[in-house]
């Protein structure tokens, strides 16, 4: 299948400090997908992207789908102790098959 | 509410035994999936279905197999064939259509094979 590069793999932060972390593809997508998963659970959507250059917020959270459809980023604002987990990207193809990152895990010192 | 459950969370079976992991969704969508995560590691795609008697293999199919019988559900067995069967199971759907092809997932099924 797709392969999907997500950078970094682990962050360690300071409460406060802004985050930022990427994903790149070998294939356009049409769809972009960034979700949040805590140990155990399933993973939660946190933005979803639909078309090229489209740059979306959902509270600190901010993700672009870049405009050549091969990548797209996640940034975090002011970070806080809660926004420890695992954080993925997932793009959408033309058969409705999405395809993950291997996740970036994120850790916030209080 | 709406949603997708998944049943039990947790699951233990001896080696050897096939074993099939619950996933009904109540958001009328069309598509549904399943996916196995393993420790540290990203998804990777089991079986799909976009149709009611319909679905397609993924990417580690093998030992693996579904059914789709209804538009809610779609169990996941898993055979004796399966070699490493350990490991964290979601199930997902979307809803097909333009600008609404979002994937939601539910809460998993942890698999331990004693």
């Known amino acids: 299948g797709q392969q999907l590069n997500q950078s970094p793999q682990s962050m360690f932060i300071q409460e406060g400090e802004d985050v930022s972390m990427n994903c790149t593809s070998s294939?356009?997508?049409?769809?972009w997908l960034w979700y949040k998963q805590d140990p155990g659970e399933g993973p939660v959507l946190l933005i979803a992207l639909y078309k090229a250059g489209e740059l979306t917020s959902n509270g600190r959270l901010t993700a672009q789908f870049g405009i050549t459809r091969k990548d797209s980023f996640l940034n975090i604002s002011a970070s806080i102790p809660s926004d420890v987990g695992i954080y993925f990207c997932?793009?959408?193809?033309?058969?409705?098959?999405?395809?993950f990152g291997s996740g970036t895990k994120l850790n916030v010192k209080p | 509410d709406g949603g997708i459950t998944q049943s039990p969370k947790y699951l233990f079976r001896k080696e050897g035994q096939n074993v099939t992991l619950s996933c009904e969704q109540n958001l009328n969508h069309d598509a549904m999936y399943w996916y196995r995560q393993d420790p540290g590691q990203g998804l990777r795609l089991i079986y799909y279905s976009q149709i009611v008697n319909d679905f397609q293999k993924g990417d580690i199919a093998e030992g693996y197999s579904v059914s789709r019988e209804k538009k809610e559900s779609f169990p996941l067995t898993v055979t004796s064939a399966q070699k490493n069967p350990t490991a964290f199971y979601l199930c997902?759907?979307?809803?097909?259509?333009?600008?609404?092809?979002?994937?939601?997932f539910g809460p998993g099924t942890r698999l331990t094979v004693l």
């Open positions: 997902a759907s979307t809803a097909r259509g333009w600008h609404t092809d979002t994937q939601y």
């Open positions: 997932a793009g959408r193809d033309n058969f409705n098959k999405f395809y």
């Open positions: 294939s356009i997508f049409n769809t």
